[in-house]
């Protein structure tokens, strides 16, 4: 219960700054994690980024203050950190889908974005299969791109990345390389490494295809991923559904109950060479995992 409690009380925080500004690494020091990691998981775990969730509660506290009172729309734009009537009508019309002046109209109806509360939710119905194990340092090259996050955009991208890299033959060249790390920590997997760089947020991550390698080929970027423990788990069904279901589960079901904490490494896809699409089609999600102090 006491990650529960954790990231119930970074959303008290929130809502109780939401005029001024929340500073989300002060949301992430309630949470008790780093802010990569909590702005990470509180995307995973809601479908939105913590941007987004101050901008739809000021949005939705605006709107009631328009059905309430008769004070002026730039008033209530400058209150809820607007610069000016103008971007606060935008946002608005794409939360609420009717202006400002034309939410004070009788019988217009307006969407409600309720403060978040986290709860635990224990489903028996669908055992979730892991192991930890201790394993690297190694290296993986291959090619990268940024994903975005907003709405859920990552979840169309990165299979979108992949028929882009079949289509310009870079699935080609990473095949290559897996032939050489046959008898490397992956078999001769394709892998993916997510969340490997500095600079990745709640609003974009790092997502580079590639393979297990001893030295950097041409024209590929390399990342070097740091002996860590890690929780692996199973992902059985046609791709990408089956694995996108599996790390929803991860950070909605497993964190919540496990002893574990996300660790500040990348995260990883192993794909062994099979034909992804098919029914039962077996791969391998690996979080970077230390145990809860």
């Given amino acids: 219960m006491d990650w529960i409690e954790r990231m119930n009380h970074a959303i008290k925080y929130i809502e109780d ?23 990470r998981m509180f995307h995973m775990l809601t479908g939105f980024s913590v941007g987004e969730y101050v901008r739809n509660r000021r949005l939705s506290l605006a709107a009631q203050d328009l059905l309430t009172g008769t004070e002026k729309i730039i008033d209530i734009a400058f ?25 004070r109209k009788e019988g217009i109806r307006l969407k409600l974005f ?24 190694f290296s993986v090259s291959g ?36 032939q050489t790390s046959k008898n490397g920590l992956f078999q001769g997997a394709m892998l ?24 950097n080929p041409a024209e590929m970027e390399i ?25 929803k589960r991860i950070f909605s ?5 496990s002893n574990y904490e996300h660790a500040p490494a990348p995260e990883l896809e192993v794909y062994p060479p099979e034909v ?6 077996y791969c391998e999600v690996w979080i970077p995992v230390i145990k809860k102090k």
């Fill in 253 to 257: 079901e497993w964190f919540p109950q």
């Fill in 223 to 247: 990342v070097k991923v740091p002996a860590m423990t890690w929780a692996v788990f199973e992902s059985i069904g046609p791709m990408p559904d089956a694995i996108q279901d599996v790390w």
């Fill in 17 to 39: 700054n939401l005029l001024d500004n929340p500073d989300s690494l002060e949301a992430a020091q309630f949470a008790n994690a780093s802010l990569y990691h909590f702005q």
């Fill in 79 to 103: 209150r809820y950190g607007y610069e000016s009537p103008e971007s606060f009508s935008r946002a608005f019309v794409r939360l609420h889908g009717v202006s400002p002046s034309d939410s």
């Fill in 143 to 178: 090619k990268g791109i940024r994903v975005p996050t907003e709405n859920g955009e990552n979840f169309k991208r990165i299979p979108l990345f992949w028929k882009e890299c079949e289509q310009d033959g870079s699935l080609k060249k990473i095949e290559k390389i897996t």
């Fill in 276 to 281: 992804p699409n098919q029914k039962n089609y």
């Fill in 192 to 215: 993916a490494v997510l969340c490997y760089n500095e600079s990745d947020t709640n609003e974009e991550f790092s997502y580079l295809i590639g393979a297990e390698t001893l030295d």
């Fill in 114 to 137: 309720a403060p978040l509360s986290f709860n635990l939710s224990i489903k028996g119905d669908i055992s979730m299969d892991f192991k930890i194990k201790t394993l690297g340092p």
